[in-house]
Each structure stands twice: as structure tokens, then as C-alpha cells.
């Protein structure tokens, strides 16, 4: 019996360690697709829904993955899946709808774009703008996608653009520079030509602003500028100018060129063009890989899909870049994409672009990646990092949760402006399930994350300390609800209204949870036997006894119930007086030593209609036997 018991409880810690790994599996798959990790996460998801993890949110999330990358084919049969669910999000028929009509079905499109207006949303723009060409990948990414903008104190009545953090500053392009405006007026614009400047990130005045190198800064266009991780070198944009000389086309014309210098005890030296430049046409706009061995940047050389384009090139170990390579047709228009940025190790390509379909001139974009690190989709940033203006020179902080963008859109201060955003990154969920009895956590619970109306989101199980965590989203009210075999279900109400201010927030909710009526006996007691026809308590079951009351005084809010039963010796009749004679003494003696009655709600005798063996009337059995059936059981009815 004791191997059953062990074996039974290795099964319980395999399985409870298999829902361990299953979380940690969604909290990564969850972790790949806001990082743009659409192929990974897809990978993930699978393997999810193969072992029937929380199958609902998986395919859910899975569908949308194929969106991001433009293969509607592969979401589409899913979709059909997720919209039978009970409760789905009334989104999920928007996006079937979308889905069909991208795969040629149109008919059956309008059916479900129906179901979606009739669900509560027949306000939703989508619905009007349903057939026009909108792109379903954008849709979904910012429906999720959450960023606020907010003016910086350093715009000028100038051009201002192109800000990137540099340690404690702010590093940008201006034309502010009035005092040589004589001299150096820009014909396109009549404005004073490009400086870099630089400000503190934090509470600049206009005392504040100074250029940011005499020696990367010239007569001529200057900026704007990226810098590798450390700081220490820096590829900038420049007017064809080197040494005092001009560098010119046929006809006179100076372009733009990329010119790189190194940080050398605190100054700017060994400044060069880089082997890029060209008297025949524009090159400008670097950016830097995170791992610094790769230049992208924007120009109109021969050879492009039209306008400008975005390329990349691999910097030598002798600093000379390597040929460049266009990013191709799901990047570059017969428009003009300018202005790249590239985001973190896994190089997420930002970039500006009037090609795209977007929201009015220069929009943000996004690329979207496959297994094979190709570019398979870009994304529309939305609302408010576009507008019906430009908007280009996108940058983001390391931790991904604010940047600079910048603008011509109106309400600014001159013609091109900086603003700064916050990127509010998903809300996560945190907290623990503790046992209301000993205060100890209690692992491998599930946990259910619904909306106020009762539509499940999500389930995940706690840990091995009761964790639990995920991510939700912002602005709505939900139910968690824990639940464990032989615990009472616990319920908790929140929102996540207010909390826009916030980069990072983490909700903390502790779910207290109750045994409920069928947990036997407690593990540290054994039951209480009695003698042959007799209902007194032994000395050993007074040891036991008082075991009970040393608990129930520990826990005041602990209340049971007493169960005494016989042998099947004697009749039926004698049988249930004598349990019930011996459920008093035992409540006789628990309230003797000081216990409430009120805390024991009922002692009752079932006689010897509950053996545990099969030593029924006129069955042979040993003593030992019989003694198994002559006992009294404590059920726990409540403990808080």
C-alpha cells in the first residue's frame, strides 16, 4: 500500500513539474511575439497546442503569429477554429473576416465582418473602412501596441530631427544655428544648415544646448548621427565636404555622404568618409547594428526600387564597408524609405517610408522577420508615432519602453520638431497562491484570467513558490480565479484602469485558498479506535484526541465534523446506538478541553453501515480487522 502511495505521489510531482514547464513554455512564446519573434513564437505555440497547454489562448495567439509574417493561408484554418470557441474575443471574427477576404473569400468574409458589427462594435472604424485595402497585420499590431507622445524642451523655431540617447544626452540635428545664417542658408528651405547639438536627457534649458563636436560639425550639413554601444564611434551624415574641399556632381550638385569618426580621450577624431560616398548620389542616414558590424542606411543609388531605399552594409576590420545590399521589395517602394533604425540583437529594422500605405506623407515602419532572418512583412507603427504629416527618425531606448521621434505635424514649434514617446510596454500580472490554513504556497494550481464578462483570456499554473504571472492588457476590468483539487475555488476582481503613467507595473494579487469538506482526516493524525462494544476513549485516542484540540486551537476558524462507526457485530440496531454514543464521547471530550460546540457541527453514529473492509455480517475476520472498522473520523468543514 505504502509503494501505491509513493508511486502515486512521484505521477503527482511529474505532472505538476510538466504544468511548471508548459508555463514557462507560454511566458516564452509570449516573450517572442512582443519582441517581433513571430517565427519563434509560432514554434512555441505549437508545441503548446501538441500537449493541449491552455490550447484555446495558444491557437489564438498562433493565428495572429502567421498574420504578422503575411501568411494569411496558414492563419486562416486556425481562425476557423478559434472563432467556435466559447466566449473567443468578438475581435477574433474581425480578424477571420480579414483573413477570408485575403484569401479570396469574399462571401464568407461579409458573413463574419456581420457577426463582429452585431457583436457590439458596429462603432468601430474597421467596420466602415472594411472594404478598403487596410492591412490586417497593422490592425492587429496596434490594436496591442500603446505608445504616448509628449514635446521635448529643446525644439527650436528651426528644423529639429534625429535624436538619439548618448549616456546622460540627447544627441540631435538642428538648424537653429542663427549665428552664421547669412552665410549658410539652405536654398531648399531657407534655413541655417545642419549642426549637431546635444541637451540633458532630463530638464534641458536653452543654456543647456550646445553643439555637439567642432570637429564633426562644418560649414556645410552635418548629422544626423549613430553611435555604437559604447559610445565610441559614430557614423554621421554630411554634406560631400572633407578637408576644406567639396565634392561634387556634374552639374555642381554636393550630395550627402556617410562619414565616421572615433572618440579619442574624450574628442571626436580620425573623421573620414566613409568608401559609401558617391559625388553622384545621395547616401545618408546610418544606423548601427547592436553588435556594431553592420551599417544600414538610406540612398538613391542606381539600382533601387524607386526614391530612396534602405541598405545595409557589413563594416570591414579595416573599417571599409562592404558592398551594399539592398533590402528589397517588402521594405523598398517605388517611394522613399529613409531613415532606418535598427533595435536590438535580433536587428528589428524601424524606418520611415511614403511608399507604404499609411496614415499621410513619411509613416514609421516596422519589419517583420521569418526563420531564415529574412524580411517578410513591415507594419504600420499607428497612432501616435504617425500622423497625416511626417514622421521619421524613429528611436528606441534599450529597454524598449521610450525613444524619439520626429515630426513636421502641427501644434509644433517650427518646421520639424522632436518628440519624445513612451512605449507603455504589456501590463504584467503578478502574484502568489498561498494555503489560508498554513499561510505555505500552494504549487501547481491553475489560474484563470477572464474579462469582466466571464470571456476566458488565459490560464497558466503557479509555480513551485505559487506564482504566477502573465501579461494583460490595459484598460479593462478582470476575474482570477485559482482553483486545486481538493481547495475551494478563489475568486478575485481587478482592472487595469490608470495605470498609463506607469513603464513598468506589476499587479500583485494573493489568493488566499481554503480546504473544503472532502479533505479527510489531518495527515498528522491517526483515526480514533475504540474497544469492543465500548464507546469511553482509550489513553491512546486520547493522544490523538488532544492532537485535535492543540490544532483547533491554533486555527480558531477551524470547524468539523465527528463520524463514529462500528464493527458488524451485534445487530444493526445495537450497532448505530453504540457509534452514536461513541460520536458524544468524542465531543464530549473535545469541548471538555475548552473547544466551542459551536465549532463541531454535528457528531453522528452510521453504525456499521460504513466499513472500510469487507468484514460485513457473517464474513470471517481477524480482530485486527474488526478494530479498522470500530473508529471515529474528523472531517474539516472550514478552516481560515
Known amino acids: 500500500m505504502r509503494n501505491i502511495r509513493l508511486l502515486f505521489i512521484a ?114 472604424s474597421r467596420v466602415k473602412s472594411f472594404f478598403k485595402n487596410e492591412d490586417l497585420a497593422s490592425a492587429i499590431f496596434n490594436s496591442k501596441e500603446k505608445n504616448t507622445l509628449h514635446t521635448v524642451d529643446f525644439n527650436s523655431k528651426f528644423n529639429d530631427f ?48 550646445t553643439k555637439f563636436s567642432d570637429e564633426i560639425n562644418t ?37 550627402v555622404g556617410i562619414y565616421s569618426a572615433d572618440l579619442v580621450e574624450g574628442k571626436w577624431t580620425n573623421i573620414k568618409p566613409t568608401n559609401l560616398n558617391n559625388p553622384n548620389y545621395i547616401v545618408y542616414h546610418p544606423s548601427l547594428s547592436n553588435d556594431g558590424k553592420t551599417l544600414y542606411f ?27 545590399i539592398n533590402l528589397g521589395n517588402i521594405v523598398n517602394t517605388e517611394g522613399n524609405e529613409s531613415f532606418p533604425f535598427i533595435y536590438g540583437e535580433d536587428e528589428t529594422l524601424y524606418f520611415s517610408s511614403d511608399g507604404h500605405v499609411g496614415f499621410g506623407l513619411l509613416d514609421v515602419f516596422v519589419s517583420i522577420k521569418n526563420e531564415n532572418n529574412e524580411i517578410v512583412n513591415v507594419i504600420n507603427l499607428g497612432e501616435p508615432i504617425n500622423s497625416k504629416k511626417d514622421d521619421f527618425a524613429y528611436f528606441l531606448s534599450k529597454d ?66 505559487g506564482a504566477y504571472e502573465h501579461l494583460i492588457p490595459r484598460d479593462e476590468k478582470f476575474i482570477l480565479k485559482g482553483s486545486k483539487e481538493k481547495y475551494q475555488d478563489a475568486i478575485k476582481e481587478f482592472s487595469s484602469f490608470g495605470l498609463e503613467k506607469k513603464t513598468e507595473l506589476i499587479v500583485n494579487l494573493n489568493i488566499p485558498m481554503a480546504p473544503i469538506e472532502d479533505v ?32 483547533m486551537n ?25 457509534s452514536n454514543r461513541r460520536a458524544k464521547s468524542t465531543y464530549d471530550y473535545i469541548v471538555s478541553k475548552g473547544i466551542n460546540a459551536d465549532r463541531i457541527t454535528k457528531y453522528e453514529g452510521f453504525g456499521e453501515t460504513q466499513l472500510v473492509n469487507k468484514c460485513s455480517n457473517n464474513v470471517p475476520c481477524s480482530e485486527q480487522e474488526h478494530q479498522l472498522n470500530r473508529r471515529t473520523e474528523f472531517i474539516i468543514i472550514k478552516m481560515k
Do not use: C
Not at 531648399?188 to 534641458?204: F, S
Not at 524607386?306 to 570591414?316: E, L, Q, R
Open 11 to 124: 505521477f503527482a510531482l511529474i505532472g505538476i513539474t510538466s504544468m511548471f514547464g508548459q508555463t514557462a513554455k507560454q511566458k516564452r512564446a509570449d516573450r517572442q511575439f512582443d519582441n517581433f519573434s513571430f517565427v519563434k513564437a509560432i514554434s512555441t505555440y505549437e508545441k503548446l497546442i501538441d500537449t493541449s497547454f491552455n490550447e484555446r489562448y495558444a491557437m489564438q495567439k498562433l493565428a495572429d503569429a502567421y498574420i504578422m509574417l503575411r501568411q494569411p493561408e496558414n492563419a486562416l484554418p486556425i481562425y476557423k477554429e478559434v472563432v467556435k470557441q466559447e466566449n473567443v474575443p468578438s475581435e477574433y471574427f474581425l480578424y477571420y473576416a480579414q483573413t477570408l477576404r485575403a484569401t479570396g473569400n469574399y462571401e464568407e468574409s461579409k458573413k463574419w465582418m456581420k457577426m463582429y458589427k452585431e457583436a457590439g462594435n458596429e462603432n468601430d
Open 162 to 209: 534625429g535624436a538619439v540617447a548618448l549616456n546622460d544626452k540627447v544627441v540631435f540635428t538642428s538648424s537653429r544655428d542663427e549665428g552664421v545664417a547669412i552665410k549658410r542658408l539652405y536654398a531648399w528651405d531657407k534655413q541655417p544648415l545642419l549642426d549637431v547639438y546635444q541637451a540633458p536627457t532630463e530638464g534641458g534649458t536653452e543654456e543647456s544646448i
Open 219 to 255: 560649414i556645410q550639413h552635418d548629422g544626423p548621427v549613430t553611435f555604437n554601444a559604447d559610445g565610441t564611434k559614430a557614423y554621421f551624415s554630411r554634406n560631400n565636404y572633407h578637408e576644406s574641399s567639396k565634392i561634387s556632381d556634374s552639374k555642381g550638385v554636393m550630395h
Open 298 to 324: 538610406a540612398s538613391d543609388m542606381p539600382g533601387g526600387e524607386g526614391g530612396t531605399d534602405i541598405y545595409k552594409s557589413s563594416i570591414n576590420e579595416d573599417g571599409s564597408l562592404s558592398a551594399p
Open 400 to 465: 524598449g519602453f521610450k525613444g524619439y521621434i520626429s515630426s513636421n505635424r502641427k501644434g509644433g514649434m517650427g518646421g520639424d520638431d522632436v518628440y519624445a514617446f513612451t512605449r507603455i510596454p504589456p501590463l504584467t500580472l503578478k502574484g502568489q497562491i498561498f494555503d489560508a490554513i498554513n499561510n505555505e504556497p500552494v504549487a501547481g494550481a491553475k489560474v484563470v484570467l477572464s474579462r469582466e464578462n466571464g470571456e476566458e483570456l488565459t490560464y497558466f499554473i503557479t509555480e513551485e513558490d
Open 520 to 551: 479527510v482526516v489531518l495527515a498528522d493524525l491517526e483515526t480514533i479506535y475504540f474497544d469492543l462494544d465500548k464507546h469511553n476513549i482509550r489513553p491512546d485516542a486520547a493522544v490523538e484526541l488532544d492532537k485535535v484540540v492543540a490544532l
Open 554 to 578: 491554533k486555527y480558531p476558524g477551524m470547524v468539523i465534523r465527528l463520524e463514529s462507526h462500528t464493527d458488524s457485530r451485534a445487530n444493526d440496531d445495537y450497532n448505530m446506538r453504540l
